[in-house]
């Protein structure tokens, strides 16, 4: 007879061996475990061989599916296919297409480039992916995805206002797409048809007076600053050294040698790749009077410490990114005006339009990478004389800004 639902839900596992095996007809049955599993299986004869079929465990497969099952098994074997040995057939062509998914091989892919790049970058890529790509194409088999499935994925991203991210994702999604080319796991890069699909991404720059006079007003800002000490050397200290905010706020006191006037930052805290981090050596940042005069006054308060800038909260971390930011929005400059990445904006063009010096030697000193004859590659000690010299003469400069003297008004540099 065959089994109703309710039998299946009580059926238990008898330990005399009796009883253990529920069929339902047609050589399916329940078979009950000692371990409390009820299996569902069918025997089948296919090559003149007795064999048995898995149709899967209750509750997860219910009576009904197990039926169905059971049913697909008879066509199957009603056409001379061997059930058992499709089912493993489709189990392999189910892990082949795991394996040649998208998502394993942009996670190959990233695992196999992370150690080039910063750990920084290497987790935004795999997690841009996460969010965007891997929910959507991630199980794809990869000789799947079309041109117009990509689009779809960046549209979505478009759609939300992230333009940037979705170019920066078609560029990833490309370069997966290329190293499954590489390894025979596809025939092309399907992005290459996406071309001018995306509109353009407007460049937004970090905002940054670059007028003389309204510089001159921030830095009497910046004095009459109320803040924490510290705050306010950082306050001071990142017009004159125009370095990166991150490069700023993190400052150990061992990068310091206050008597030549020197800051070494280490190649690993610059803007590098990984291999530029390690390989690139330090940076060198001359230091001009003003700035040895605010170094050795903030000494006597954190010489002490790792940081010549710790957080509130503990000294074994730097101030947070926010801060100087922060300190400028008390100022009263939003960050539509004035930001601490503007600073490097700031100095780059008054340095090159008022003061005249020549774009080289700013760019060594913002260590931006520059193409020489052995390609892209950082000269810790390239123009360093002139650098020392032109780090003095801005300083001097902004020291007359904030006094108040007539200041030379921008020209445009041939």
């Keep these: 007879m065959a089994l109703t639902e309710l039998q299946v839900k009580n059926a238990r596992y008898n330990p005399d061996g009796q009883g253990n095996r529920l069929t339902d007809g047609d050589r399916m049955y329940l078979q009950l475990t000692a371990s409390g599993g009820k299996l ?17 465990q209750f509750p997860e497969i219910k009576l009904a599916e197990a039926r169905r099952k059971r049913a697909a098994a008879r066509e199957k074997l009603a056409a001379g296919i061997d059930p058992g040995e499709a089912k493993k057939a489709e189990k392999r062509t189910q892990r082949l297409n795991a394996e040649n998914s998208f998502e394993a091989i942009a996670r190959e ?39 117009p499935i990509v689009l779809d994925v960046l549209r979505q991203v478009e759609k939300r206002g992230a333009l940037e991210t979705a170019h920066r994702l078609h560029a990833n999604i490309s370069q997966v797409c290329r190293y499954a080319v590489a390894t025979g796991r596809a025939e092309r890069d399907v992005t290459a048809d996406l071309r001018g699909a995306l509109p353009p991404v407007q460049p937004e720059h970090m905002a940054a007076l670059t007028d003389p006079q309204d510089v001159a007003e921030l830095l009497r800002a910046i004095d009459g600053y109320s803040g924490t000490f510290p705050v306010l050397c950082a306050l001071r200290l990142a017009p004159l050294l125009f370095q990166r905010p991150g490069e700023l706020r993190a400052a150990e006191w061992t990068e310091f040698d206050l008597d030549a006037a020197t800051w070494e930052i280490p190649g690993e805290r610059m803007k590098r790749s990984k291999q530029g981090k390690a390989a690139g050596g330090a940076h060198i940042v001359p230091l001009p009077d003003q700035a040895v005069a605010i ?3 903030l000494h006597a308060l954190t010489g002490g410490d790792r940081f010549l800038f710790p957080s509130v909260r503990t000294k074994d971390r730097p101030m947070s990114d926010n801060t100087v930011n922060g300190a400028l929005r008390r100022l009263g400059f939003d960050g539509d005006t004035m930001t601490g990445h503007g600073f490097r904006a700031t100095a780059r063009t008054i340095i090159a339009e008022v003061l005249g010096i020549p774009a080289e030697i700013i760019e060594a000193q913002l260590a931006h990478a520059v193409k020489d004859p052995l390609g892209r590659a950082y000269n810790r000690t390239k123009f360093l004389k002139e650098r020392r010299t032109m780090m003095q003469k801005w300083a001097d400069y902004l020291d007359q800004l904030k ?10 540099v041939g």
């Design 40 to 56: 569902w299986r069918m025997n089948y004869r296919f090559g003149g061989k007795d064999k048995t079929l898995s149709l899967g």
């Design 109 to 147: 892919w990233q695992a196999k480039y992370a150690p080039t790049w910063s750990e920084g970058h290497a987790k935004r890529i795999l997690r841009r992916l996460e969010i965007d790509a891997f929910p959507w194409i991630g199980s794809k088999p990869i000789a799947d995805v079309t041109p």
């Design 295 to 297: 170094l050795r006054k």
């Design 403 to 412: 006094a108040g003297a007539q200041v030379v008004q921008m020209v445009a």
